[in-house]
């Protein structure tokens, strides 16, 4: 699937946004900068445990450089994380350390909870797990942050409530990989739709392991939206 395929999906003129971790190796970002084949990143902030394990969430490796190199070269960025909080607790341990990531950063796209653990957050009842999420949302946008959802198209329809009361608010990353736009009940104004996009300085990152990198639709000018009001860093206070 081509970048180009999804032209008529786009908002007018908006090119993908591409998300990053670890597991792209070391990005040479002045050729992604040179390519002009993407408007903006989400960077992963934080990782977390292996499968069935219990939540602990570690700083991604890449972050600080990944980071340094977008703000080097102006290339907008935000940030996500995985979450695999079972209760708020672990939420509040995972937020924790985002927020230390976070300090003084400055991003011009969104901050996102990344939740559709498979191992431990699948067999948790739709509301718990839903009040995890708003819980986490919550907080980051009371940090002064654009606050977003990160799921998938199936887990968020078997495992949380995504048109009720306490998710409706927060804008969502819908992630089904298609070549035809999904569309779910509840709205998103984001939508990955590849893992194996090519963007040069990326695809070779890591040779034989690393075959495209993620590529999402948005249908919203992140970065104009984000900078009119104000949610670029972390609020004074918060």
Known sequence: MTIHQHKKERTENMLPIMDVSRW????????????????????????NSAEDAPSKPYIDPYFARNYAECQRLGIPCGVYYYCKAVNTAEADAELALLRKVLTGKTVQLPVAVDIEDTYVQAPLDKQTLTDIAAHALGTVERWG???????????????????????????????????????????????????????????????????????????KDYAKIIAKKGLTRLREGA
Do not use: C
Not at 184 to 201: A, H, R
Not at 207 to 215: A, C, E, Q, Y
């Open 145 to 219: 942050f654009y606050a977003m959802l990160y799921t998938g198209l199936y887990f968020g329809r078997d495992n949380l409530y995504m048109t009720g009361a306490a998710l409706k608010p927060y804008d969502v990353w819908l992630a089904a990989y298609r070549s035809k736009k999904p569309t779910p009940e509840w709205n998103f104004g984001l939508w990955q739709y590849t893992s194996k996009g090519k963007i040069p300085g990326v695809v070779d990152a890591i040779p034989g392991k690393i075959s495209g990198v993620d590529l999402s639709v948005p249908y």
């Open 24 to 47: 792209q190796g070391r990005i040479n970002w002045d050729k992604v900068k040179a390519s002009g084949l993407v408007s903006g990143v989400m960077l992963r902030a934080l990782g």
